[in-house]
């Protein structure tokens, strides 16, 4: 313990002494004192540090680049571009391995989504199952309208198409708004073109960048209906959707679906094998059996028919088409077949919007074309 001498010489312990202001100072002092002895290499570093601080922050500025802030110096663009074309190469030893060829190696064009198409398209694949229309629900659902009522709608409805100018998904997203709601909804036969109407023009709002009016949709109906029996229907018929408009439709599935045929057969496009594909399918609109069938194995089968109607010297199904519709040829034998019928126009029906269509010479008239029997061994 510190101590001090009194006036008359005797010691005096410190913390005996009154506090005051000299007191106070001695003590303050001594624990300083005390404290910068035992922690003198403390103080030290500390005068070091600022010292040194002060010197770095007079020294001039440096910019980090990535080897100040990493142990491992960054790949150079030479290396990446390196590991880039090996990988590409492998890719291409495999799919030739396989026989497959890989029609998402172009990624130069953004709209055809390279980089994420296979997960896209499974993803459809699994929507395509969800909100199907029973292939049944004529006789469960509806008493009044029939299958041939249902075709002539759509055969007017094909000539809408035309007379607006609709882009062809407008018209498959139409079809199938009309089967859902049919499929979950009683409808008497005076109101069937209402919905078919209704069901164009919702399908025109999603589809359309310039989309007809209600009033270009009374128009065409010959003023049945009038503005608000349209409205009113839609807004039965977007309830009965909860607002959920949108599915992928046999049209959706044929954009890659063809486009996997034509890579495979290394070909340049082929205009007539597109316009001869997209026929074949919109014929199935027509047909209320095709419901049956999932839009993925409409849009293949038609793939498949048109490939053989082209061209019967070579097998029209091969690896990188069953790769990119995951179907063989024996699971489209079916489908294969009844679109042949619908083709050859085996049953004799009298619809024919879609026949005059493709004779035009704008789609090279692929209207005329008629496929060969289709024997057992393609499947």
């Not at 205009?271 to 199935?284: G, I, K, P, Q």
Request: net charge neutral; glycine share 2%; hydrophobic share 40%.
């Amino acid at each position: 313990m510190s101590k001090e001498n009194d006036v008359s010489g005797n010691t005096i312990p410190l913390h005996d002494r009154p506090l005051t202001r000299a007191y106070t100072k001695l003590i303050t002092s001594s624990e300083v004192a005390a404290t910068t002895q035992s922690l003198g290499h403390v103080v030290r570093a500390n005068t070091k540090r600022a010292a040194l601080d002060e010197k770095n922050a007079n020294a001039p500025k440096k910019r980090a680049v990535l080897k100040d802030i990493t142990n491992e110096n960054p790949p150079k663009l030479e290396n990446i571009k390196q590991i880039e074309k090996v990988t590409c190469s492998a890719v291409s030893t495999v799919a030739s391995t396989l026989k497959v060829i890989d029609i998402d190696s172009d990624h130069e064009d953004p709209l055809l989504c390279s980089l994420y198409a296979p997960e896209i398209y499974h993803n459809m694949r699994v929507a395509e199952l969800q909100r199907r229309p029973f292939p049944d629900y004529m006789k469960r659902t509806q008493r009044d309208v029939t299958q041939t009522m249902r075709g002539i709608l759509v055969d007017w409805l094909v000539e809408v198409s035309e007379e607006y100018k609709l882009v062809p998904d407008t018209l498959y997203l139409t079809v199938y708004l009309i089967d859902w709601f049919l499929h979950g909804n009683y409808i008497e036969k005076e109101r069937l073109q209402l919905l078919g109407v209704t069901c164009m023009l919702i399908a025109s709002k999603y589809e359309e960048i310039f989309a007809p009016g209600i009033e270009e949709f009374c128009f065409i109906t010959d003023s049945t209906y009038t503005k608000d029996q349209v409205l009113e229907m839609e807004s039965q018929v977007l309830k009965h959707f909860s607002f959920q408009i949108y599915t992928p439709t046999s049209k959706t599935f044929l954009r890659r679906f063809l486009r996997a045929a034509l890579a495979s057969d290394l070909q340049k496009p082929s205009v007539e094998m597109e316009f001869l594909a997209n026929y074949l399918m919109e014929l199935t609109l027509l047909d209320y059996e095709f419901l049956k069938f999932l839009p993925s194995v409409i849009a293949a089968s038609a793939v498949f028919l048109a490939k053989w109607t082209l061209n019967q010297s070579s097998h029209p199904w091969n690896p990188t088409l069953e790769h990119y519709t995951t179907f063989k040829a024996s699971d489209l034998k079916a489908s294969v077949h009844a679109l042949q019928d619908l083709q050859l126009n085996t049953k004799g029906c009298s619809l024919t919007s879609i026949r005059v269509k493709y004779k035009q010479e704008k789609f090279k008239s692929v209207a005329v074309l008629s496929s060969p029997e289709l024997p057992d061994k393609l499947f």
